[in-house]
Nanobody, 121 residues
Framework: QVRLVESGGGLVHPGGSLGLSCAAS????????MGWYRQAPGKERELVAH???????EYVAFARGRFTISRDNAAKTVTLQMTSLSPEDTAVYYC???????????????WGQGTQVTVSS
């Protein structure tokens, strides 16, 4: 069983900053890609950023220059630091991880429960 638990969402004013954290727990063999997605009301879930075990990161256009993703492999955590937030960033943010529960298994997607980020004055 693999669990991803997010924390750190909340209400922030436009132009402000917020940090999200996600911790993986359970019985598994390895985690490959970890990332953050978001889903705004009435919209599809979209990728924000992801990070590989060796540290390679990728951001989508709206996140580049404002958001920073990082991971701690030993602690099995991934964080997302967000700056210069605008109301358009309001969404539920989901942690995602590709996890092998056994060696040589094809990695499978796991999701956290989501944390609400609201940017409003």
């Amino acid at each position: 069983q693999v669990r991803l638990v997010e924390s750190g969402g909340g209400l922030v004013h436009p132009g402000g900053s917020l940090g999200l954290s996600c911790a993986a727990s359970g019985n598994f063999f390895s985690i490959s890609t970890m990332g953050w997605y978001r889903q705004a009301p009435g919209k599809e879930r979209e990728l924000v950023a992801h990070v590989q075990p060796e540290g390679t990161v990728e951001y989508v256009a709206f996140a580049r220059g404002r958001f920073t993703i990082s991971r701690d492999n030993a602690a099995k955590t991934v964080t997302l630091q967000m700056t210069s937030l605008s109301p358009e960033d309001t969404a539920v943010y989901y942690c995602n991880a590709l996890v092998r529960t056994r060696p040589f298994q094809t990695p499978r997607d796991y999701w956290g429960q989501g944390t609400q980020v609201t940017v409003s004055s």
